[in-house]
């Protein structure tokens, strides 16, 4: 639980999430699930920079 935790809050995704300019705290958890798998198997955040 602990690792998952620190996976999740560690993430770029969740600071995106977190910062109200990028609208993702909108978006539903699938969506935002979906952009976390990315960034942990690609290494990197978000669809093509789309909200870098």
Do not use: P, W
């Not at 996976?7 to 979906?34: A, H, P, Q, W």
């Amino acid at each position: 639980m602990e690792q998952a935790l620190n996976t999740v809050f560690g993430s770029v995704t969740f600071k995106k999430i977190c910062d109200v300019k990028t609208g993702l705290y909108r978006e539903s958890v699938g969506y935002n699930y979906d952009l976390l798998q990315d960034e942990l198997k690609h290494g990197e955040f978000g669809q093509y920079g789309k909200y870098e």
